[in-house]
């Protein structure tokens, strides 16, 4: 099941609303870059919200799409991690180091929006 | 029954510690009018002891218990020449002991007592008496499981009561958690608290967390590395954390250990830690 990605302003988000296969994982990744690219969009909030379980795989997949984003000029934040699916990402040690997370949607965007106004 | 474990096989192995056989069973139903036709007396012999100990009063004052307790006693020693060892026994002295164990009866008081029960037996069994001995020692290994198992219930419950008591979480303000943790901290109660705290910022849509670890008196690395996690978690949940409290000494014996703390945002003390939380959520 492909992921959607909606555009706000220079916002994109992606909600992921069921649980990925590492393939629609990848093919997120490279729809998200290609979008990023043809919208000129400055901020991404991608939303977990709905998934209980992040494995190494896709801990480590959102990390390239962070960092592939910034390459494109966009910044990305992370929003809905639950508290469960937190505690278990730091027992096995992985991190979204340098990269933003929030809350929920609505921290995310607040979040974006504060980061464009610290850059005008 | 099923909580202590007690499965058929179970019991089958309580009756084979006793050394119970078949050849007992015999001896037993040899001995069976006799103990039937004498059964208050040895009720009698049980309750009198019982009667002349302080450490019994609680038994002994509460009418309703004993008379329950006299008529359960009275079941036992019937059963007890029935020959018939098997669950329904067994649950029959759960229930007796769990009177006991809800009076106060202890467990020294309870065997001073069965040995003036065993005494009264004796009299009456004769020859037959060693058979039924085997029997009485596989009550009691029941009885004393019960007392044991109830007290260490209760421990449970209370160890969990205070677990629970001593990690609150705290809201200061909108969007501001306080989370004191005092006492000692070990593996279980680092969960607890990391779990109560990730909850608690999904809950009040916290944004920054002051810890405040000025009750801890001892970090070890293992702690440590349970705040470390704690820190990573709350911040995967967009939630910043403020360290505070970390005496002399600890700050002292982290650094000694080696442990990098590089990533968490440590301030002397409390107030200092509020103070910059208020800062960090003006910002927004």
Known sequence: MPVPILKQGDTLIASIVAALSDDDLLQFRDDLAQKIGTVRARGVVVDVTALDVLDSFATRTLRGIALTAKLRGAETVIVGIQPEVAYTLVQLGLTFDGISTALDLEEGLALLAAKKQARK | MRAMGLTRDAIQRRRAFVGLTADDLTEIAAAKSAVQSTVDQHVDAFFGYLANI????????????????????????????????????????????????????????????????????????????????????????????????????????????????????LQIRERLLLLPIIGVVDTHRAHQIMQNLLAAVRAKRAKVVVMDVTGVATIDSKVANH????????????AEVIVTGISAEVAQSLVALGIDLGKVTAIGDLQGGLEDAERLLEED
């Open chain 2, 54 to 169: 302080p450490e019994a009063r609680g038994v002994m004052q509460n009418r309703e218990a004993l008379g329950l307790a006299r008529q359960l006693k009275r079941q036992h020693l019937l059963a007890m020449v029935e020959g018939d060892y098997g669950e329904g026994y067994v649950e029959q002295r759960l229930k007796l002991a769990q009177l006991y164990s809800q009076v106060g009866l202890e467990l020294a008081v309870f065997l001073g007592a069965f040995n003036q029960l065993l005494h009264s037996l004796e009299g009456v069994a004769g020859n037959h008496f060693p058979s039924l001995c085997k029997v009485a020692f596989f009550d009691i290994g029941l009885i004393c499981d019960v007392l044991i198992y109830e007290r260490e219930r209760v421990i449970r419950i209370q160890s969990e009561a205070i677990r629970e008591l001593s990690t609150p979480v």
């Open chain 2, 227 to 238: 705040l470390l996690q704690t820190v990573a978690a709350a911040r995967l949940m967009g």
